[in-house]
């Protein structure tokens, strides 16, 4: 590795690094070349390591790989390399305590029944967001991932859905959607 290089390491789970190469390693090769950085992929340990000399670039590769790895799909998470859209991540696990059974609850508040929940907040915000393990993704524009993470935020903290989709309603307003 030369003076100029970087690298990163990231761990992914296992049954998400087959949607990170995608078919025929198209999805590996259309990230490669967008970001200019060069993936090297441990499919048994779930590594994957980025190298390149643009450090926007790894960051990007880094941020989208990210979104894969927490269940994004691959062209959403392309989104990412568009400047203006951001991923964030909720970690459920300071909201769920010890237990699992809180953790499933809470899980279930945020997807709602048959999704509805998740669906009603992606329209209302503009985002695509994804239940995953112990952590919920945000993707969107800055100012409506900020808005799609307080109202998930409310629904964890035992707020009525009734309740997070009026104020979601409210803020699209405020935010000049129709």
Known sequence: MDRDSYSYTLKLPRER????????????????????AKFSIDSVE?????TGSDTL???????????IGRGFNPEVAKLLLKAD?????ISLVEYSGKSKNHLERIKGRIIGSEGKSRRVIEELTETYITVYGKTVGIIGLAANVSV??????????GS???????????QRRVLGAP
């Open 17 to 36: 690094i087959a949607v990170l190469i995608g078919p025929k390693g198209r999805v590996k090769q259309e990230l490669e070349e967008a970001t200019h």
């Open 46 to 50: 779930g590594d994957v390591t980025l």
């Open 57 to 67: 670039g790894l960051f990007i590769a880094r941020e989208v790989i990210r979104a």
């Open 85 to 89: 859209y951001v991923f964030e991540l």
């Open 148 to 157: 799609a993470r307080r109202a998930i935020e409310s629904l964890i903290a």
């Open 160 to 170: 009525m859905h009734a309740t997070v989709y009026r104020w979601l309603e409210k």
